[in-house]
């Protein structure tokens, strides 16, 4: 990637902002949990999810109908909040 200056021409690093230097972690997820009421009752599709996502790494999700996968996807996608844990994306949460 290239920014025209006034002077000269400067290349950018195209690693994400926040990134660990060399590193290619791009994706990092702590102590995830989510729960739900409904009704009288408490629902919590997961409790504790950690895991990391590595530039250019692909990762499936499976599972059946009902068992957080979706859930899973939108604390991600930065479109729910857990209610507890962090979702950390190049480094930034």
Known sequence: MQRQTSSAT??????????VPNS???????????TF????QEITPFDGIDFIMERGEMIS???PSGTGKS???YL???LDTPTSGTVYFAGNS
């Open 76 to 78: 991600l996608a930065a």
């Open 61 to 63: 999700l499976v599972g």
């Open 24 to 34: 290619g972690e791009i994706l990092r997820a702590e102590a995830l949990r989510k």
């Open 10 to 19: 400067t290349l950018l690093d195209d690693s994400p902002r926040g990134a």
């Open 71 to 73: 859930t899973l996807l």
């Open 37 to 40: 009421r409904s009704g009288g």
